[in-house]
C-alpha cells in the first residue's frame, strides 16, 4: 500500500511539474536596451530601446510593440573643427488583437502601427488593418501564426506629399524553442498599397545569461518601393542587446 501510494504520489507531483512547465502566462513584457559608442576619427553614440508585450486571455490573444533608435555621429574634419549630425531618429509602435473564435486557433485581427523616421522618404507611415488571423503550429519547440486582410494606410513624405491608400496586409510570426535557455523568432510583414508597398523583417536570437536578464542578436530589414531617387529603399539594422523579462 505504502508502495502504490508513493507512486500516486510521483505521479501526480510529475503532472504538476509538467502542466507548470506548459501553462501559458497571461501576460509576458519584456525591456530591450543596445548602447554603442565609439571614439577615433569619428565618434557615434548609438541608442536602441524597445519594449514588447504579450497578453493571452480566454477570447483575446493581444501584441503590443514600441521600439526606437537613435544615433549621433560626431566627425573631425581636416581644419581642426568637429562636426555633429544625427544619422538615425526613429519611433515605431504596433498593437494587433486577435479575437478567437470557436476554434481558438481560429481569430479575427485587428491591427494598428504608426512609425516616424526622421531620416526616411517618410515623414510619418501609420496602419490601420483587420482580417483573417490562424495558428497553423504549436508543440514544445515550434509556434506559427499568420494574419492577412484588407486596411488603409496614411503616409505621408519629407516633401508634403499624401501616399496614403487602401492597402492589404499581410504577415507571419514564427517561434523555435531552441533549448530551454535559447529561442529563434522571424516575423515579416508587408503592406501593399497603389502609392507605396512598405514591408518589415526581424530575425532574432536570445539567450538567456541569467535569471530575467538574456542577450538578443537581431537584423531588422524596412523596405519601400516607392522613395525619393536619393533615398535608399532597404534600410537594415544589426544589433546586440540586453533584454529583461519584467512579467
Do not use: C
Not at 502566462?25 to 525591456?31: E, I, L, Q, S, W
Not at 523616421?117 to 497553423?136: C, E, H, I, M
Amino acid at each position: 500500500m505504502n508502495k502504490q501510494l508513493l507512486a500516486t504520489l510521483i505521479a501526480l507531483s510529475a503532472s504538476s511539474a509538467a502542466f507548470a512547465q506548459d501553462e501559458i502566462k497571461p501576460f509576458t513584457m519584456d525591456g530591450e536596451l543596445g548602447f554603442i559608442s565609439t571614439t577615433g576619427n569619428t565618434k557615434t553614440t548609438s541608442i536602441s530601446a524597445g519594449i514588447t508585450a504579450h497578453q493571452e486571455l480566454e477570447k483575446w490573444s493581444n501584441d503590443y510593440a514600441i521600439e526606437g533608435l537613435y544615433k549621433e555621429e560626431t566627425v573631425d574634419n581636416d581644419d581642426g573643427t568637429e562636426e555633429e549630425y544625427t544619422s538615425a531618429q526613429k519611433f515605431y509602435g504596433s498593437a494587433q488583437g486577435n479575437y478567437k473564435l470557436e476554434n481558438p486557433d481560429n481569430r479575427l485581427f485587428g491591427f494598428a502601427s504608426y512609425e516616424d523616421d526622421r531620416l526616411s522618404n517618410f515623414d510619418y507611415q501609420a496602419t490601420l488593418a483587420a482580417g483573417w488571423n490562424q495558428k497553423v503550429l504549436e508543440n514544445q519547440r515550434h509556434t506559427l501564426e499568420y494574419s492577412i486582410g484588407p486596411g488603409y494606410s496614411w503616409a505621408e513624405t519629407q516633401d508634403g506629399e499624401d501616399q496614403s491608400s487602401a492597402i492589404v496586409r499581410a504577415s507571419s510570426a514564427y517561434t523555435w524553442k531552441i533549448s530551454d535557455t535559447a529561442k529563434f523568432t522571424q516575423t515579416v510583414s508587408t503592406e501593399v498599397g497603389s502609392e507605396n508597398t512598405k514591408s518589415r523583417a526581424e530575425s532574432a536570437l536570445t539567450a538567456t545569461i541569467s535569471g530575467n536578464l538574456s542577450m538578443r542578436l537581431s537584423f531588422k530589414l524596412d523596405h519601400n518601393t516607392d522613395v525619393e531617387d536619393d533615398v535608399e529603399k532597404l534600410d537594415t539594422e544589426t544589433a546586440v542587446s540586453l533584454v529583461y523579462n519584467f512579467f
